[in-house]
């Protein structure tokens, strides 16, 4: 498991596969005697970089008395289309001959490379001591050493959603008053639709309950009209009271609603709403009709891609 030091965006490990970008070996590191040495422009991405190594260091970077490593951007690859920065997560690797693993060092943080800013990398790679010593196996066959970079392009997002919950409706009450409640005989009656949250609704009133209330309870649901096509994972969240009114004025009936709309299930309520018994006794007006209301809290709106 890899290590990550406190206050660092740097994480060390080991790793047996070799540097899926770019590897760059060199025998007799001695004898290159510039202070860095640059790859030849290699392609990771769509993209053309180049690793850049310090052998004994870049002291401009406080990195004396370490490998120094960077990567370079080749920013002309910005003219030719229509990006003016490119994001990347970089990973450096230096063999080790003893390990047979290379000792890894990850920056978790994305880079930014733009034509201001071409190059990012690690000062402090590994420290020369260990390094130029062949008992640590950096070093091996003569000299021989050997590092390598993944760079691995954090492409810009292009499938996107946002959703948003409107609980400031300009409307948010939506009565229906049905008449002749006690001589209904359909099993169940949907209201007129309308509009809420930007989206048509209507609402289904079972007088004597669906099959599930056994004739015994009132069933009501809110229901998310015919004409309203939810996208495949598209959903409608609705926070809602679901209210039957006392036409004394003296006792509102409520059960909240709480739920999300989707293609597959476009309607949802309370079976067991209010017991036909207790309707009677107290809900219906001198001209036998019950009110009906739903008072909604929230609306959810949800954009996304295409």
């Known amino acids: 498991m890899g290590s990550l030091a406190p206050d660092s965006t740097i994480m060390k490990n080991w790793r047996q596969h070799p540097p899926s970008s770019y590897s760059l070996k060199i025998s007799k590191l001695s004898q290159l005697t510039l202070y860095k040495y640059e790859s030849r422009w290699f392609l990771s991405g769509g993209y053309n970089w180049r690793l850049v190594i310090y ?78 010593d062949p008992k640590d196996g950096y070093m091996f066959e003569g000299e021989q050493c050997e590092f390598g970079v993944d760079v691995m392009i954090a492409s810009p997002f292009t499938k996107w959603e946002v959703v948003s919950f409107d609980d400031k409706l300009s409307y948010p009450k939506f009565s229906w008053r049905v008449k002749d409640f006690s001589v209904l005989k359909e099993n169940f009656y949907r209201s007129n639709n309308f509009s809420m949250g930007g989206r048509n609704w209507n609402q289904l009133l079972y007088p004597k309950g669906d099959s599930r209330a056994d004739g015994k309870c009132l069933s009501i649901f809110l229901n998310l009209d015919g004409s309203e096509t939810l996208k495949g994972d598209e959903k409608i969240y609705v926070r809602a009271r679901l209210q039957v009114i006392d036409p004394r004025g003296s006792n509102l009936f409520t059960k909240s609603l709480n739920n999300w709309f989707t293609e597959e299930n476009k309607c ?39």
Not at 88 to 95: E, G, P, Q, R, S
Not at 268 to 295: N, P
């Open 55 to 132: 052998p004994k260091g870049n002291e401009q970077d406080d990195g004396s008395g370490f490998i120094s490593m960077y990567v370079e951007f080749d920013n002309t690859c910005l003219s030719s289309t229509s990006l003016m920065e490119v994001f990347a997560y970089l990973t450096f690797f230096v063999y080790n001959k003893k390990e047979n693993k290379y000792f890894s060092l990850q920056d978790v943080e994305v880079k930014r490379f733009n034509a201001l800013r071409t190059v990012w990398g690690l000062s402090q790679v590994l420290s020369l001591e260990t390094f130029n």
């Open 268 to 306: 949802w309520g309370i079976v067991e709403f209010l017991s036909l018994a207790k309707l009677r006794e107290a809900y219906l007006d001198l001209e036998d009709t019950l009110t009906l209301e739903t008072e909604f809290e929230v609306v959810s709106v949800t954009k996304y891609s295409a």
